[in-house]
């Protein structure tokens, strides 16, 4: 059984990668009983949308 | 400033005040990507010359400014892709211990810690602009390792693929998604703790 933290490895390179079928199984198997991996799949999408927005608005903030 | 002459930019030239702001974001954000401030200018300079020449046909300065805000993306991507510099040195680079230590946040069966399980988040669409979220944002991005941060935003908000980003950087592909995968749990557990909390 995958752990959290590969679970969230997994979750994270979705972003960027196609997992392979075998991957997309244990992850489903252990994203569907474990909350905590449930909410960060949640929330990848929201980072992304943060830093587009911290990237796109006023702030007169200096780098 | 390059842009000034130009006659079709007699929209944009209305608000000298808006593009000075605007300026400023896009230097931010160029600099953020590129390091080098004089690329940065370069690129900002460029994409505002590009973009203002449409400037017109944009009704409004939220529409203008996401039109500039994508060329100065496509720019930054531009000089990214161009650039052969050979990357940082694997000397320099953190070490990072692929298999071995796990980050803090697991115990040492690679489960979450229950202080650091991520909770659940209230709505946060709205909040996403506000100059509080942006300021615990700031905060949160600055407190990764700088590497972690450069990586996280080329991907999410440049939009390089992987493989540019192994280009650029010198770094395998294994050691970006680690590098992204390090990147979003501490900028998450760091947007929990500091903004979506409530203390509750």
């Known amino acids: ?63 | 400033m390059a842009q000034s002459a130009s006659p079709e930019i007699a929209f944009a030239a209305a608000d000298p005040a808006f593009l000075a702001r605007v300026r400023i974001d896009m230097l931010r954000f160029a600099r953020l990507q590129l390091g080098h401030d004089d690329e940065a200018e370069d690129a900002v300079q460029e994409a505002l010359a590009g973009a203002l020449k449409n400037a017109a046909n944009f009704r409004g300065e939220a529409a203008l400014k996401t039109w500039i805000i994508a060329i100065l993306k496509n720019k930054v991507a531009d000089v990214l892709r161009q650039r052969q510099r050979r990357p940082t040195p694997v000397s320099q680079m953190q070490t990072l211990d692929q298999e071995g230590a796990l980050p803090a946040l697991f115990d040492r069966k690679g489960m979450w810690r229950d202080a650091d399980r991520p909770a659940r988040w209230e709505d946060p669409e709205a909040d996403l602009h506000s100059s509080q979220f942006l300021a615990v944002f700031d905060a949160c991005l600055n407190r990764l390792p700088p590497q972690q941060g450069r990586v996280f935003m080329m991907r999410e908000v440049v939009e390089l693929g992987t493989q540019e980003i192994c280009a650029e950087l010198g770094l395998s592909i294994s050691n970006v998604h680690v590098i992204l995968h390090r990147a979003r749990l501490a900028l998450r557990a760091c947007l929990q703790l500091h903004w979506f909390h409530e203390g509750a």
């Open chain 1, 1 to 63: 059984m995958m752990n959290c933290h590969d679970a969230t490895f997994l979750l994270s390179q979705r972003r960027e990668r196609t997992l392979t079928f075998s991957e997309r199984m244990k992850l489903r198997l252990h994203v569907g009983m474990c909350r905590g991996c449930t909410n960060f799949e949640r929330q990848l999408p929201r980072l992304g949308d943060a830093a587009k927005a911290y990237a796109t608005n006023s702030e007169d903030k200096d780098v």
